[in-house]
């Protein structure tokens, strides 16, 4: 929110479409339509643009309520004159319409109660407890035969809500999106029958992402974007990709491993979190080290991953921290997806951040893909010292994405 201290509008418009040191930061939108960058102070704008450009005023707080047409007439109202030096001017606002700056407001999960512990697995898998200790998993999720990845989301949901002083109303909600890759059915998708299950109205929009590890990061992306362009306000993206009917038991290179959970994430407008600018990476050529063929149970090369990971996960982090301006002592927090403790602990070495800043939590329930990352994140949500977070999800694809998630109120 900025007032514009200008001689004349239409010099404060040559000058703003003219002089690229202006073009710099921040988006404002004028009343007029026209859209220029401003600086972010005055002592940096007038060393950079003279001091006959346009200059800086924050408008009060009591201005800063754009939600209604009025609130937005008032604001104007009160831009036309700098009550500083009284001195006319323009006014430039950026007017938020519903969806805008659409952020996270709460996450919480489903892992389900049944599952196998240490002892079962050393005994069916043939396995001492050291390398249960080297991979960080203690015990592994699983739900209940009969369950469907739209149950998970739907206890998923439940958490969430009890969670909440003031929970979602279902009339609010309107959008949904569910990431997953083993649907309930082939067709249709699993977000149609998780709208049904909660009992939604019609107007909802609702969609899957069919990604894996990488797909909590596309996800907010993905529900950010989407929500911001249809100006819709309070959505729901759920993770929930149960691997129980997939593994081969047998096989203790991926039945080791994953574990059976949900996540479910609010989106509003009234965000605890905001997003930063996210940045991808897919190795098509790899797609084979981690697939699953008709008719057969889930395939993993984890050499193949791990080697790709460890190269190419440090610089997909560092790019994101390069573009979002960012340097690795001003993040708090960093949450990887929580592959194994082996894999989060090589990470965290090529990196060189300290590992107390980089969360380990799956010993309970092992590696639950997509929903790894929130399930985490729930945690950190109300945690004062964690204002800027880095998230980064890698896997199946293979891919790897990256973004950044701050404070709203630091």
Request: aromatic share 6%; hydrophobic share 40%.
């Amino acid at each position: 929110w900025f007032f514009i201290d200008a001689p004349t509008p239409t010099h404060y418009m040559q000058t703003a479409r003219n002089d690229p040191k202006i073009n710099a930061l921040g988006c404002v939108t004028q009343p007029q339509g026209v859209c220029a960058q401003l600086p972010l102070n005055n002592a940096q704008h007038d060393a950079d643009a003279g001091s006959h450009a346009p200059r800086m005023h924050s408008v009060p707080a009591s201005c800063r309520n754009p939600n209604t047409l009025h609130a937005a007439a008032a604001c104007l109202a009160y831009g036309s004159m700098n009550p500083a030096t009284g001195t006319q001017g323009l006014a430039a606002f950026c007017i938020r319409s519903p969806g805008d700056m659409i952020g996270i407001t709460a996450v919480n999960g489903h892992i389900p109660a049944a599952g196998l512990d240490s002892a079962d697995l050393v005994r069916q898998f043939g396995v001492d407890v050291a390398f249960l200790e080297k991979i960080g998993i203690q015990r592994l999720a699983k739900k209940d035969p009969e369950e469907q990845p739209s149950d998970l989301c739907v206890k998923a949901f439940a958490a969430l809500c009890e969670g909440m002083d003031t929970p979602p109303s279902i009339s609010d909600i309107d959008f949904l999106c569910v990431c997953t890759q083993n649907g309930d059915y082939s067709l249709p998708q699993t977000s149609a029958v998780v709208h049904a299950k909660l009992g939604l109205p019609a107007a909802v929009a609702s969609f899957d992402l069919a990604l894996g590890c990488s797909g909590y990061v596309y996800g907010l992306s993905v529900a950010k974007s989407f929500m911001e362009a249809n100006g819709l306000r309070c959505g729901l993206l759920f993770t929930a990709d149960p691997y129980s009917g997939i593994l081969d038991m047998r096989d203790k290179h991926t039945a080791l491993l994953f574990g059976d959970a949900a996540a479910v994430t609010l989106l509003t407008d009234s965000p605890r979190l905001t997003l930063g600018t996210s940045v991808f990476d897919t190795f098509g050529d790899k797609h084979e080290a981690l697939i699953r063929r008709p008719g057969q149970p889930l395939f993993m090369d984890g050499r193949e991953i791990f080697n790709l990971v460890m190269r190419s996960v440090p610089r997909n982090i560092e790019r994101c921290l390069k573009t979002n301006g960012l340097g690795k002592d001003d993040v708090d927090l960093f949450v990887l997806h929580q592959a194994n403790k082996y894999v989060i602990g090589g990470l965290t070495k090529l990196l060189g951040i300290p590992p107390e800043k980089v969360p380990f939590d799956i010993r309970g329930y092992g590696n639950t893909v997509s929903s790894s990352i929130p399930l985490v994140l729930r945690d950190y949500l109300t945690d004062d010292t964690a204002n800027t977070m880095l998230v980064s999800g890698f896997g199946v694809g293979l891919q790897a994405a990256s973004t950044i998630l701050t404070r709203a109120t630091a």
